[in-house]
């Protein structure tokens, strides 16, 4: 009888222990499960939270352009700025409306960008429907919760405002969560954009994000609920009746969720440099549009100076015809100043290059004639191989004689202090088109910066912006050519066009 007491004693302290054990491993599973999911949480708003970012960036930057686009044209509807928007409306479909509004006499007029149809103008509205700008360049938001999305609102001039209007719930598209998270953006206290129920489950975990960016203050809160079935899965309660087995079966999960979480913080971390990395790309972009219209119209303008001097020195001297052919020159050079601009306006607007069937040997003889001088001026020994018989090319005659201008010169710069420097520029068939070559003595291009010399901003000139090749070699490929770099002797660049008619 005293057995049959012990036996029942022990097996009741093993069914407590082996309860408090269950229990104790289950609140332990518990609290394993909601930590994990909470920082789980966490890695996809960091996540959530870098690609707005760089989305929001994007809006200030296509303020920016529109904004440069807008004061360059003063009369609207402008071409200009209905070929930039309907650009970003293509490429950004979040960015739903982009307009500006003429302020006039307590009215204003608004001119809608961007659709196929054209720009237009639409009804005047009262000042009262607009936010009050004072300063040029001030930017503010306002929130329109009714239709999910907001206005973006920028002074461009005294009297000129541009807005952007962007769908909020776009603005969050992407990878869909899954079922059991919750995402709610907000705009000064206003509800923009709601995907799933906060606090829906047995238990709920959010956090919140205020965007940094100053010109569009939005609030992001991501939530994640939690069921009963998530937070006690019932494949693990099995295990606790086996011991040691369910002890062993623990310890793998936790494993396998730490590598789980690692691999999420990697992810996120990658995301996080690849939004880094593009939003630069884009900031470079614009910068390089901007600089490389300087770059440009540095040339006609060097020559323009020049040959104002030469004018100056043939009108003391009485030399009519001297002063003739420098006037002539100048001219030239005016006009091409103006092409120059004409393309870097289509350039920006998305405008197609203006291509024709041009005499090959015709264009380069033009575009040499800007370099004469300079080369004649440095003592450098030119030798041109450019047959009269070459055909016809399909070209944007400014745009190819900028590259010839550009390459010769850098051949030029290349070759100070050489001895018997010389430019050798070739041109001869290849195949189903034709090759145009530029080549120099001097040391070539050092092979470790051979792979990047077509980067933007990078250059070996210690006075050079970086801007001249990158320009050019996008200019031979709106020719659907293209221009290559080596070293033969010295640096070589070869450019490549096909033959046939204009597209």
Do not use: C
Not at 88 to 117: C, K, M, N, Q, S
Not at 247 to 258: D, F, P, R
Not at 359 to 367: D, K, M, T, V
Not at 374 to 379: H, M, P
């Amino acid at each position: 009888m005293h057995s049959f007491l012990n036996q029942r004693t022990h097996l009741a302290k093993a069914v407590l222990a082996w309860v408090t054990a269950s229990s104790l491993s289950i609140l332990a599973l518990t609290a394993v499960e909601y930590r994990s999911g909470r920082q789980e949480l966490l890695d996809r708003a960091g996540a959530t939270e870098t690609l707005l970012a760089e989305k929001l960036a994007q809006h200030d930057a296509h303020l920016s352009a529109l904004g440069a686009i807008v004061r360059m044209s003063p009369e609207e509807p402008s071409p200009s700025i209905q070929g930039l928007s309907q650009n970003i409306l293509v490429r950004y479909p979040r960015i739903v409306e982009i307009a500006t509004f003429r302020l006039d006499e307590g009215a204003a007029r608004i001119f809608r960008y961007g659709h196929a149809g054209g720009a237009r103008e639409e009804g005047g509205r009262t000042l009262d429907d607009l936010p009050k700008l004072s300063n040029v360049g001030e930017i503010t938001t306002r929130a329109l919760p009714g239709i999910h999305a907001y206005d973006l609102f920028k002074l461009v001039e005294p009297g000129r405002i541009l807005r952007l209007r962007i769908d909020a719930n776009a603005l969050l598209a992407g990878e869909e969560p899954p079922q059991n998270y919750s995402t709610r953006l907000t705009l000064n206290d206003e509800t923009l954009a709601l995907h799933g129920a906060i606090d829906a489950g047995l238990l709920s975990t959010t956090t919140g994000i205020v965007m940094t960016s100053h010109t569009q203050p939005l609030q992001l809160e991501i939530g994640r609920n939690f069921g009963i079935i998530e937070l006690v899965p019932l494949r693990l309660a099995i295990p606790l009746i086996v011991g040691w087995a369910a002890v062993i079966w623990l310890s793998v999960s936790y494993l396998q969720t730490q590598a789980e979480r690692r691999g999420h913080e990697t992810r996120a971390a990658l995301l996080k440099q690849e939004a880094t990395l593009a939003h630069a790309g884009r900031v470079n972009a614009l910068g390089e549009m901007a600089s490389g219209i300087a770059h440009e119209l540095a040339q006609p303008v060097a020559a323009m100076l020049s040959q104002s001097q030469a004018a100056r020195r043939a009108l003391a001297m009485g030399r009519q015809d001297i002063l003739e052919k420098a006037l002539e020159a100048n001219i030239r050079e005016a006009k091409r100043a103006g092409d120059i601009l004409g393309r870097m306006r289509a350039y920006i607007s998305g405008a197609p290059a203006y291509i024709k069937m041009v005499p090959l040997h015709e264009a380069i003889i033009e575009a040499m004639r800007l370099v004469e001088a300079d080369i004649d001026a440095r003592a450098i020994t030119l030798n041109m191989n450019v047959p009269s018989d070459l055909p016809a090319v399909p070209i944007d005659v400014v745009s190819f004689q900028q590259v010839i201008h550009n390459l010769v010169r850098n051949a030029a710069d290349a070759l100070g202090g050489r001895p018997s420097p010389r430019i050798t520029l070739e041109a001869r068939w290849e195949g189903d088109g034709v090759a145009i070559i530029v080549a120099d003595n001097g040391p070539g291009v050092e092979t470790g910066s051979l792979h990047r010399i077509f980067d933007p901003f990078f250059t070996t000139k210690a006075d050079g912006l970086g801007l001249g090749l990158p320009l050019s070699s996008r200019l031979i490929e709106r020719m659907d050519g293209s221009l290559e770099a080596r070293n033969d002797g010295g640096a070589s660049f070869i450019i490549r066009l096909p033959l046939g008619e204009p597209t």
